[in-house]
């Protein structure tokens, strides 16, 4: 029988081979070999917060430097320490952390230190090969017979872990996978402990994928999907696992994918392709989050996670040259602490020339210029007050992508249209630059209590100003250019309580959030006649509206560890109750020639809006740990998109509202470590149930611009999800991270008011009511997503290497519209074709003598040079529709559409210096 899914299918196969290989083989532990070494007696600033013992050795070594070489059976993830704080040397620090856990230390040397249970341990004058059959009689044997029916997977998967740098046995020839530390439950934990599927990019990761902005964290995150929002570049329409909203330029509407930087929510998704400068990591977490993140989503959220301040004296530059007039410079200044003070300063430029070139007086298509600066304080002298403050701020001058439409080739002359982005317009066109600017601060108050409980306060403020102007020139047939100017204000305020209780066995965040968001957006669309011998028409249309969101919750999750089967089970119960409260006012004004046609306010119209709406998102999770190194999870989860209303809404219908969407998501994951810790696999397959689907209708048979949003869908999206990272030797690595959708609509039924009514479109062939799900289709998800990658350094000398990085991605066909059902003739029009895109980077990295570090990177972007449309705008209607004033009846279907081209092969240099 022949498989519907052939690349999910093959990928199926291999990796339950893969797993079945390795439960079938022995896995001996391997041995840790030490020597008698006295410890030294530098004194450290301490800072380790409660939790595992294993995440609590992880940042010993960090803020020492010490390499702590251990066997993963012993230290399990699964034993509790407090937290330490203060003046220690690191023989005093692990003999803190270690009493009572049964474990004990040896100085290998000067850094490397050897962690052994204490029963058992042997004396400093031990050989190795007595060490060695200590450890594996002890992992083994001794392992068997306290887990029972677990000894068996203990045994097949027991390996050697360390933490950061080091591997057990000096002639491996590869190191461990360091641990990846993520805050995605309010608190420090490995990466592999978070019952969550998630992609984490640490700062190293970032920088050797070149990703400098939110597109490239898209573009490494299979689960994600982007479109350029078709009137300014600046503005990005995101989708997460299927899920998401179209129209990102609507103030009235909530966005399905949250974007965070540093624990505060961003509203608008105006501005997000700003460069990502200084950042530390990027978390995305996918699926509905409804209990820990300060908005409900259903696709998922991503956590941007700036440096903090060092306290230390540190400077670090980075300057970048590429083709198209690129540019790219980054200064950070890191002071020295002083009294406990803590400060960063931080200031970047970034700008390009754009890649369609305009004959007339402005700036070119895709034109780019940035410029931000960011002060960051960290106040901490000891006490059990800290406190974090950022304030940034950005100006960003754009403009947009041009369209360009093939069916104009010969009817107006001069019109090029190649099937790719075109070196010039066709026309000179004054195009107008569109500004930008934000503003936000940010403040974290954090207080220890005690050893189990953190209070914690995030106040946040934001404030937006955009505008952006495009032409399309003629790319509708007619002269079709608009404004946009949209301001909005945001407060938030969280309040967090982390704590443990129970000796470790219960870990809790509870805590309560506002948010507070008003804003304005103005339109205006001027539409002419452009195709020659056609007749007059001028067109004006003004919108204006307000809104006002008020959002309020109360948030708990506890994650509770039973006393059976070795401390492996973990049972998370996760709750938020919210309620939204939305208003918004509209005026509107349309005229033909000067002549008003549609006008608000006026006798009789509603012409504003209010809504009020309550949820409660539970959440459970159970997380179980087979050995220390594979955890698989089981995860029910709830989330909803908040309600809210269309501003493109007919005369007198601002009064709709719809309500929120929700969804229920079913997931099973695995995490895991394999091969000694040298590969790190996760996967994760997942059921996504919505209900009460927002999705927008045309309503006006004459003017297809008009769209009203209702409650009329149901939806199952399921997925499958692997990432992959397997590091054979130190000085080689590869990457894999596959995504498998399959989205469909179940039910979509015909709302009346529409021009699925007969009652208004008489050639409708539907009746209100009836199930129209075969006009509909899951856009931006495309069937098959794979990230590929390859790391190695192919050249080392004693202060310098030469490492080349190739990163490939493909993504499967996908709909830019979700009325293309495949009931709707011509639907392909709309569907933005497969495209695979191979980026390079060459990297030389040197150790000064004097002081400081030197990189320089030489990068190409699609280095195939693939031609790949960004964004098909759709143009038509899933129907027959009858125009009440002509009479005519446009078929069924999209005729040739609009399309926006993505930029072909780029590239540059970079050079960084730092010390």
């Known amino acids: 029988m022949r498989t519907r899914h052939p690349v999910l299918y093959g990928l199926l196969q291999l ?22 070494v006295t410890a030294p007696e530098v004194i450290h600033q301490i800072d380790i917060k409660d939790g595992t013992l294993r995440a609590a050795l992880l940042q010993l070594a960090r803020q020492t430097g010490a390499q702590l070489v251990h066997c993963s059976y012993p230290v399990s993830d699964r034993r509790r320490v407090g937290p330490l704080r203060g003046g220690y040397t690191v023989e005093h620090a692990l003999t803190c952390l270690l009493e009572g856990t049964g474990l004990t230390y040896r100085f290998a040397n000067e850094r490397t230190v050897i962690i052994i249970e204490a029963a058992g341990a042997v004396s400093q004058g031990d050989s190795a090969s007595e060490l060695e059959r200590h450890e594996q009689t002890s992992q083994a044997t001794k392992g068997a017979r306290r887990h029972g029916w677990l000894s068996k997977l203990a045994v097949l998967f027991a390996a050697c872990g360390a933490v950061p740098g080091t591997v057990c046995g000096a002639e491996s020839e590869a190191t461990s996978l360091e641990e990846v530390v993520v805050t995605a439950q309010r608190r420090e934990e490995r990466l592999q402990d978070v019952p969550i599927a998630m992609t984490a990019m640490d700062f190293e990761v970032l920088r050797d994928r070149g990703v400098t902005d939110l597109v490239g964290v898209i573009k490494a995150t299979p689960s994600m999907s982007f479109t350029p929002y078709p009137a300014t570049a600046n503005t990005l329409t995101l989708y997460m696992r299927g899920s998401g909203v179209q129209d990102a330029g609507q103030i009235t509407i909530d966005t399905a994918t949250g974007l965070y930087q540093d624990g505060f929510y961003i509203s608008r998704g105006q501005m997000v392709t700003f460069d990502l400068a200084d950042i530390e990591r990027v978390e995305v977490l996918r699926g509905p989050q409804g209990t820990l993140y300060g908005r409900n989503t259903t696709g998922g959220a991503v956590n941007l996670i700036s440096r903090r301040p060092s306290g230390e004296f540190g400077f670090r530059q980075e300057l970048g040259f590429g083709n198209n007039g690129r540019l790219r410079s980054l200064t950070v200044l890191d002071l020295p602490k002083w009294d406990g003070l803590s400060t960063k300063l931080s200031f970047l430029k970034r700008q390009q ?52 439409n093939s069916a104009l080739v010969g009817l107006i002359p001069g019109y090029s249209d190649q099937g790719r982005p075109e070196r010039r317009s066709y026309r000179p066109i004054d195009l107008a630059v569109s500004p930008g600017e934000y503003q936000s ?17 995030l106040t ?22 608009s404004l946009d100017d949209i301001r909005s204000h945001q407060f938030s305020q969280e309040l967090q309580a982390v704590g443990s209780a129970l000796d470790g066995r219960i870990e809790y965040v509870g805590g309560l959030y506002y ?21 007059p028409l001028l067109l004006n249309k003004d919108r204006w509206v307000n809104a006002e969101s008020e959002s309020q919750a109360a948030f708990a999750q506890l994650t509770w560890t039973p006393p059976i089967v070795d401390d492996r089970l973990g049972l998370t119960f996760g709750g ?29 119209l509603v012409t504003s809006n209010d809504l009020s709406s309550s949820r409660f998102s539970p959440s459970f999770t159970a997380n179980f740990a087979w050995t220390d190194d594979v955890n698989t999870y089981l995860r029910i989860a709830t989330g909803y998109k908040a309600g809210g209303s269309s501003e493109s809404v007919d005369v007198g219908q601002f009064g709709i509202t719809f309500d929120p969407e929700d969804v229920t998501l079913y997931e099973l994951g695995l995490k895991s470590y394999l091969f000694d810790r040298r590969m790190r696999l996760n996967a994760a397959a997942f059921s996504s149930k919505f209900k009460d689907m927002q999705l927008f209708f045309n309503t006006n048979p004459g003017d297809m611009s008009v769209v009203l949003g209702l409650n009329a869908g149901k939806a199952t999206i399921n997925g499958f999800e692997l990432d992959g990272f397997w590091q054979p030797t130190d000085t080689l690595s590869f990457s894999l991270n596959y995504t498998w959708l399959d989205a469909k609509y179940d039910e979509v039924l015909a709302p009346a008011g529409t021009i699925l009514d007969p009652a208004i479109n008489p050639a409708s062939p539907y009746q209100v009511g009836e199930n129209v799900k075969q006009l509909f289709s899951n856009g931006y998800a495309p069937e098959n997503t794979l990230n590929l990658g390859t790391s190695w350094t192919f050249l080392r000398r004693d202060r310098s290497d030469f490492t080349a990085i190739l990163n490939y991605r493909w993504e499967d066909s996908t709909f830019h519209n979700t009325a293309a059902g495949p009931a709707v003739p011509n639907r392909e029009a709309v569907l933005r074709p497969s495209y695979g895109l191979l980026d390079g980077r060459l990297s030389w990295r040197a150790e000064l003598e004097e002081a400081g570090q030197l990189r320089l990177d030489l990068w190409a972007n699609n280095l195939t040079d693939e031609k790949w449309p960004l964004y098909v705008i759709a143009s038509g209607a899933p129907i027959d529709v009858l125009d009440p004033l002509t009479g005519a009846v446009t078929p069924a279907g999209f005729s040739t559409v609009p399309k926006a081209w993505a930029e072909r092969r780029t590239y540059g240099v970079n050079l960084v210096y730092e010390f």
């Open 576 to 604: 938020r109750y919210t309620k939204d409260q939305r208003s918004a006012s509209r005026r509107l004004l349309t005229t033909y020639f000067g002549y008003p046609i549609a006008e608000e306010p006026a006798p009789g």
């Open 460 to 481: 946040g403020y934001r404030d937006l100003s955009v505008t952006y102007n495009q032409d399309y020139a003629e790319a509708f047939f007619v002269g079709f250019r």
């Open 353 to 404: 020339d754009g890649y369609v070139e305009n004959p007339g007086p402005g700036k070119n298509f895709a034109f780019d210029d940035q410029t931000a600066g960011r002060l960051a304080l960290h106040w901490d002298t000891g006490a059990p007050v800290t406190a974090d403050y950022f304030y940034e701020r950005g100006d960003l001058d754009s403009t947009p992508y041009y369209y360009t």
């Open 441 to 457: 601060h940010g403040l974290t108050l954090a207080w220890n209590v005690n050893d189990a409980l953190t209070l914690k306060s």
């Open 15 to 36: 990796l339950a081979w893969g797993v079945l290989v390795i439960m079938m083989l022995d896995a001996p532990g391997t041995a840790c070999a030490e020597v008698a």
């Open 515 to 535: 948010f507070d968001e008003s804003g304005r957006h103005f339109q205006n669309i001027e539409i002419t006649n452009a195709l020659p011998g056609s007749a």
